[in-house]
Structures are given as C-alpha cells and as structure tokens.
C-alpha cells in the first residue's frame, strides 16, 4: 500500500497550491482520508478529513475557510486546496487513510513541503 502525495513548493502569502495524493496496492474508497501537517520543531498535527463518499469533510481551526479538501475515488486521489496561505502554513503535509477522527491514520503518504515566503 503507497500514498503517493506531490504538489508541494514555494509560494508567496496570499498564493495557493493544491496538494494530490494518489494511493495505489489497494482502494480507499470506502475509507476516510485526510490531511495533516508537520511544522518544524512540532508534533505532527491535523489539517482536514474527508469521508468515504465525500459528503462529510472537517477542518482544523487555523485552515477552516482557506483550505478544501475532496477527493476522487475512480481516481483513489485525494486533494488539498489551500488558498489565502500564509507563513505558518510552512510545514511538511502528509496525506492519510484510514482516519481516527483527527487522532491519526492507519495508512500515512511520504509528505511533501509547503514553504510559504512573507
């Protein structure tokens, strides 16, 4: 089983970047998938959740309204819109499967980094 997340970069505040996150070995489509983030010198920590059919999403409070999470199940990909970024978005984010709520995942993706300058 592989998550496979990508579209990670520099982005200047105020900039977007959309995250993908392709899973392959096996389909999550009747999984709940996710988002976290890792900032440096920080625990790891939750960002967004997105249920099996897509209807039910949450969000940390810090993204809640600037970030939006979806997903493809033909596809078994998940994304992340994250718009309106600031500088402390800068962290390592790690897609998920599998969730426990916000608590943590089975199933965690490689991460990719999102730097973003003032």
């Known amino acids: 089983v592989q998550l496979q997340a990508s579209g990670g970069g520099l982005v200047q505040a105020g900039g977007s970047l959309r995250l993908s996150c392709a899973a392959s070995?096996?389909?999550?489509?009747?999984?709940?998938m996710g988002w976290f983030r890792q900032l440096a010198g920080k625990e790891r920590e939750f960002v967004a959740s997105?249920?099996?059919?897509?209807?039910?999403?949450t969000y940390a409070e810090p993204v809640k309204d600037r970030f939006t999470i979806s997903r493809d199940n033909a596809k078994n990909t998940v994304y992340l819109q994250m718009n309106s970024l600031k500088p402390e978005d800068t962290a390592v984010y790690y897609c998920a499967a599998n969730l426990y709520g916000s608590r943590g995942a089975d199933y965690w993706g490689q991460g990719t980094l999102v730097t973003v300058s003032s």
């Open positions: 997105i249920g099996w059919s897509g209807g039910i999403t």
């Open positions: 070995g096996r389909t999550f489509s009747s999984s709940s």
